[in-house]
């Protein structure tokens, strides 16, 4: 008590004392000054209160200042009253004086304070950007870990490969391992893509009225190859009449496959999961549930954060990078939808609940298919141009094995001087191009009216809504993002072909 008392008297203390001392001091050189500069020495202890003590201690020092000079040494002696016009001025002069010190004082002293602020301020900035920095390189080594992942196995494969061509049976297995690895690292890239649009507000569905048995159905046929090498078992509720949605087929397939493909991950080997499909209130729910290693109450609503998970060390026993859940919740949101993690704790099963509101199916039209074995392959020409050989000569090796008629371009002037001399119904264009860019090459061919009725397609790694819009500006009749599926431009090569033949 009596030390807080002290603190808070330290200024006042500070300034009675310096006056005390100016005033010993002022009768030391009484011999010499006499009446002269009566303020004179006083002008010391404010300086040194305002300094040590603060704004009130010196208006305080300059206070008693005035008081001992009037009193000791401005005469009539030991009287307040000054009467001499001279020392009225000198009252003057050390009064203005006294409150500039005061406020420069106050002013150098309000800086420091700003100053030690910002500071304090800086220093909490700089503590949260190492702790951000420290969490983007452990991401970013999540990310090289689960990149590296299905890497490994590719590259062994593809060694091996080269040493077991004459063993059929062989050769199928690995190629199917380099299969399933390349389809886990498309996974992977297409779930940062598809975060990085929908934080940036880019990401566009295309809603139709469809079945949502049929979205539940493809996702199982998805995952089954990693359902089976766990041995789940896994037990379908699903009504048999059609249970209508409005929303983007492949967009649902993606939220019921990242559910399942979770239960499959998160349940220990030959568990139990149950798909269970019904209407309520005006919405279908979806439930996947499982047996397996549960979630605690306190990470409930965490896991649907992006990059979030329960388990991130080095020793955890499941790959991944913490987008699945959100991607889910942000799939289902922009259905209108919510999704919900319900579970008794750890190591007793989870469920995750998708709701979304339902709606009536259109009576399905009827349509003449045209058969596609119909279509003859031989007769579609296609031009690949691809900067990267390998991507350009592997597609044509695809595209030829398929009886297609191929050539193959590396760079946009070469394309354009090829087609000089020829006409492909096809043209299956890169757009990130050293020198004159696929936009470019595009919007050549199609000022050059030999090549007119050219289908031109983009094959890119670029598939954002603003890439897509570009491209159907620079004269793209489609636009197909890389990796693609065989198969799936073989029939986009068909479909169109019929058309443009
Ligand atoms: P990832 O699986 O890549 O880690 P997700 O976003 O799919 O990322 O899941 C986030 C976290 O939620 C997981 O790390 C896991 O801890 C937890 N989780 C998800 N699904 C389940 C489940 N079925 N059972 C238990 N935990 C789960």
Redo the contacts with the bound molecule.
């Keep these: 008590m009596r030390n807080v008392l002290v603190e808070h008297f330290r200024g006042y203390i500070f300034a009675i004392a310096a006056t005390a001392a100016a005033l010993w001091v002022r009768t030391l050189l009484d011999p010499v000054l006499q009446e002269r500069l009566p303020f004179g020495v006083f002008y010391l202890s404010v300086i040194i209160s305002a300094w040590l003590g603060g704004t009130h201690a010196a208006a305080v020092a300059m206070v008693l200042g005035t008081l001992a000079a009037a009193h000791f040494i401005i005469p009539p002696a030991s009287s307040l009253w000054i009467t001499e016009p001279a020392d009225w001025v000198s009252l003057l002069i050390y009064a203005i004086v006294g409150c500039v010190t005061i406020v420069t004082f106050e002013k150098t002293r309000c800086d420091q304070r700003k100053a030690e602020q910002r500071s304090t301020e800086n220093q909490a900035l700089t503590e949260t950007l190492k702790k951000s920095d420290l969490q983007k390189d452990e991401y970013l080594a999540l990310l090289a870990h689960e990149l590296r992942n299905p890497l490994a196995p590719i590259a062994t494969s593809v060694d091996l490969m080269a040493r077991c061509r004459d063993d059929g049976r062989r050769f199928d297995a690995l190629r199917r391992a380099v299969q399933r690895q390349l389809s886990q690292l498309v996974r992977i890239v297409d779930d940062l893509l598809d975060v990085s649009r929908y934080l940036q507000g880019k990401m566009r569905l295309v809603r139709d009225p469809f079945d949502f048995r049929e979205a539940i159905g493809a996702a199982v046929e998805m995952l089954q190859p990693q359902i089976d090498e766990r041995e789940h078992d896994v037990r379908l509720l699903i009504p048999d009449e059609p249970i209508g949605v409005n929303g983007d087929r492949v967009r649902l397939v993606q939220v019921v496959s990242?559910l399942l493909s979770?239960?499959a991950?998160?349940t220990p080997r030959r568990g139990r999961i149950c798909i269970d499909l019904r209407t309520e209130n005006g919405f279908a729910i979806l439930a996947v549930s499982?047996n397996?290693?549960?979630?605690a109450e306190g990470d409930r609503a965490r896991?649907f954060e992006a990059f979030?998970?329960?388990?991130s060390s080095h020793t955890r026993d499941?790959g991944?990078?913490?987008?699945?859940?959100?991607l889910v919740r942000q799939l289902c949101e922009l259905h209108d939808g919510t999704v919900d993690a319900i579970s008794r704790g750890p190591g007793k099963g989870?469920r995750?609940e998708v709701r979304l509101p339902l709606v009536e199916l259109p009576t399905p039209s009827v349509r003449v298919v045209k058969s596609r074995e119909l279509v003859d392959l031989a007769s579609i020409s296609v031009m690949i141009v691809d900067d990267n050989r390998d991507a350009a000569e592997t597609l044509s090796m695809l595209l030829t094995f398929e009886g297609m008629k191929i050539t193959v371009a590396y760079d946009g002037p070469m394309a354009i001087d090829l087609l000089r001399r020829q006409k492909p119904q096809f043209i299956l264009l890169d757009i990130g191009l050293p020198g004159m860019d696929g936009y470019e090459v595009a919007r050549r061919i199609r000022a050059d009216q030999r090549q007119d009725g050219v289908k031109i397609i983009a094959l890119t790694g670029w598939g954002g809504p603003e890439d897509r819009r570009r491209s159907k500006e620079a004269g793209f009749d489609d636009h197909v993002v890389k990796p693609v599926d065989p198969s799936s431009l073989v029939a986009l090569l068909r479909d169109v072909q019929p058309q443009s033949a």
């Design positions: 990242n979770n239960s991950k998160y499982d397996g290693v549960g979630i896991i979030a998970q329960v388990d499941h991944g990078l913490g987008l699945g859940l959100a989870s995750f």
